[in-house]
Nanobody, 115 residues
Framework: QVQLVESGGGLVQPGGSLRLSCAVS????????MGWYRQAPGKEREFVAT???????NYADSVKGRFTISRDNAKNTFDLQMNSLKLEDTAVYYC?????????WGEGTRVTVSS
């Protein structure tokens, strides 16, 4: 079983930045895919970004050019750097990782963009 724990959420003004981290309970090298979804109030959960262990990345159009997904091997985490945040980025952000046929999810971290 894999445990994922997000951190780094908070309150930020429009145009600001936040960095989310997802700590993984197994070696990050054993994870082939990792990524982030988010769920805004009153909306369905939506895809944000994903990364393959080989380095390829994919982003939702709404965050492309503003968000960057990366992996920190030393910390055994994968991160989401969020720049130029907009009001519509307000949501609970969830990290996920498939592992041996099961997709695991974190509990979520709340990001609020507000002036």
């Amino acid at each position: 079983q894999v445990q994922l724990v997000e951190s780094g959420g908070g309150l930020v003004q429009p145009g600001g930045s936040l960095r989310l981290s997802c700590a993984v309970s197994v070696s990050i090298f054993s994870i082939n895919y990792m990524g982030w979804y988010r769920q805004a109030p009153g909306k369905e959960r939506e895809f944000v970004a994903t990364m393959h262990s080989a380095g390829s990345t994919n982003y939702a159009d709404s965050v492309k050019g503003r968000f960057t997904i990366s992996r920190d091997n030393a910390k055994n985490t994968f991160d989401l750097q969020m720049n130029s945040l907009k009001l519509e980025d307000t949501a609970v952000y969830y990290c996920y990782a498939p592992f041996r046929g099961t997709t695991y999810w974190g509990e979520g971290t709340r990001v609020t963009v507000s002036s």
